[in-house]
């Protein structure tokens, strides 16, 4: 199961899944020298409970492994989730092949918000159009300039240098379902950036369907204790 970026080379793509609801209310049950063979109502409700009433352990045993694809400048933000993740990532010091760029849409150019230390506005800024024709070419002469550098002799690791934030990074990722229903709660929030909020919401889509009733009972608590 995959999810892609507009662009269509960015996305997120589940590679492997280590359990389901049931693992959950089973991790919880093993307290009592209990275990669950079939998922009931009773075990829905024991999983709204547990995420209710901030019993996260349970909730780590499940594991979910993911191939995810995004810019540096949103990696750098998506790989401040330390608890409960494990991350390997393509390296250009052995990597060169021509990476591929972020180049955004004219109605991503968002204008800066004078009223906010970080952040954007919705609006873009005036002669977007213009702005992205440059930001193009300049992404272009970049790529243009690491390919030489490769070719007389530099190495990948000096030459990488010159790639910019808006590269495209790829990366395995192995987290817990608690670790990504709190990254999906940070990173889902109005005042996170926009191109990691898409991320963040494509967790759901491909998570929820693995744990319908864990995702839902975690979210749900994350939902009904965000400021209003």
């Known amino acids: 199961m995959a999810w892609k970026t507009a662009d269509g080379i960015g996305g997120i793509e589940v590679l492997e899944v280590f359990g389901n ?4 209310v089973n991790a ?12 009931t109502d009773r075990d829905a409700g024991l999983i709204k409970y547990l995420a209710k009433h901030k019993h996260n352990s349970p909730f780590f045993h499940p594991q979910i492994r993911l191939r995810v694809k995004m810019p ?7 790989f401040r989730h330390t608890i409960g993740f494990s991350r390997n990532e393509v390296s250009r010091r052995y990597v060169d092949t021509i990476p591929e760029l972020w180049i955004p849409q004219p109605d991503e150019l968002r204008a800066r918000d004078p009223k906010a230390k970080q952040g954007s506005k919705e609006e873009p800024v005036p002669a977007a159009e213009s702005i992205v024709a440059e ?15 490769l070719e007389r002799g530099v190495a990948p690791e000096i030459a990488r240098s010159v790639l910019p934030q808006g590269m ?17 709660e940070l990173r889902t929030d109005p005042g996170a950036q926009r191109e990691i909020q898409a991320y963040a919401h494509a967790l759901e889509v491909l998570l929820k369907p693995h ?5 839902a009972a975690l979210t749900a608590t994350a939902t009904a204790t965000a400021p209003a």
């Open 135 to 149: 930001i193009r070419e300049s992404s272009a002469r970049t790529l243009a300039q690491y390919s030489s550098l």
């Open 28 to 39: 919880a049950r093993v307290s009592f020298a209990k275990e669950s063979t079939e998922f």
């Open 168 to 184: 495209y990074t790829e990366f395995i990722e192995t987290a817990s379902l608690a670790a990504y229903a709190r990254l999906w």
């Open 211 to 215: 744990f319908p009733v864990a995702w």
């Open 21 to 24: 609801d049931l693992t959950v």
């Open 72 to 78: 540096i400048f949103v990696a750098r933000e998506w």
